[in-house]
């Protein structure tokens, strides 16, 4: 259920008061919002609209702190809008923010939880692995990337880890390979209580897949497309458990032993011909502009 008196909306002075390349294309906000760190909890996220014709862009909460009234943001440009987003200087302001959205992911004392991500899903997870590691929770963390360049919040997650790997797809750093291998290998070792897996979607399919062998509850951050963030367009629907949910209001935190990844990943292809159009009609007007 959407609780709609936990939603706020921070129109014209949502300020970027920080922001630091963390890998190529990867940018994080320190943004001020107050209302909105005031509810944040792990597994929230938000929706930005960085201009009055910009798209409607989600991004998860990567941390908050609510006495300083501030939200760390996390994007990575991979489209139009987000490559734009990603351009804009410390002192400019979002035109609006919404949220904190989603339901939070329940934080328990449950005893050993590896946190296994891939790419930019260190964002999303950094918020659930400190607040699992601040229940008294030991928290083994895998981290995975294509190359050593495109690992991200390293010292975060070390901060909060009793254990911590890299594996990188080039072998540049850890483990050469997916981080698949190395979450098969810490569940053959020792007794895990959970696996929480964020990522591109078919890394969480396989991390699902190993945690399934060992009979280990498993739970993933599903990064469906999304419009309004509200429940109303119902474009983030997923099939988790042979019923349809909406990513936006009872995610993005499923079991994800129950989720039907074949079908979240053909929905993740739908637009993908319009926003590489949008891409391109954005590049071709800035070479217009350079050569007025």
Avoid: W
């Amino acid at each position: 259920m959407l609780f709609l008196e936990n939603i706020k909306l921070e129109e014209n002075v949502v300020k970027i008061i920080d922001k630091k390349q963390l890998a190529p294309a990867i940018v994080k906000f320190l943004v001020e919002a107050p209302l909105i760190a005031k509810k944040a909890q792990p597994g929230h996220f938000i929706i930005l609209r960085y201009q009055e014709n910009g798209e409607r862009i989600p991004l998860t909460i990567a941390d908050f702190d609510r006495e300083k009234g501030t939200i760390t943001l996390v994007c990575q440009g991979i489209g139009k809008s987000t490559e734009e987003i990603n351009q804009l200087p410390i002192g400019a302001s979002f035109l609006d923010l919404l949220g904190p959205l989603g339901q939070p992911y329940p934080i328990k004392k449950l005893g050993t939880v590896v946190c296994v991500a891939g790419g930019l899903g260190v964002a999303p997870l950094y918020p659930k692995a400190k607040a699992l590691h601040e229940a008294g929770n030991k928290v083994i963390s895998l981290i995975g990337a294509q190359r050593k360049e495109m690992l991200i919040m390293t010292e975060e997650m070390a901060a909060v880890s009793a254990e911590l790997q890299f594996s990188t797809d080039d072998g540049s750093f850890g483990y050469h390979g997916f981080i698949t291998d190395p979450l098969r290998a810490v569940l053959t070792r020792e007794k895990v209580d959970e696996v929480v897996a964020v990522g591109p979607v078919p890394m969480m399919a396989s991390a699902v897949k190993v945690a399934k062998e060992f009979q280990v509850p498993v739970v993933v951050s599903l990064n469906a497309l999304m419009v309004d963030g509200t429940g109303m367009c119902g474009g983030c629907r997923v099939t988790v458990g042979g019923e349809t949910k909406f990513c936006c209001v009872d995610g993005p935190t499923f079991d994800g032993a129950a989720v039907d990844f074949k079908e979240l990943m053909m929905r993740q292809r739908y637009y993908r011909d319009q926003e590489q159009e949008a891409v391109h009609c954005c590049k071709s007007c800035k070479l217009e502009e350079v050569g007025k």
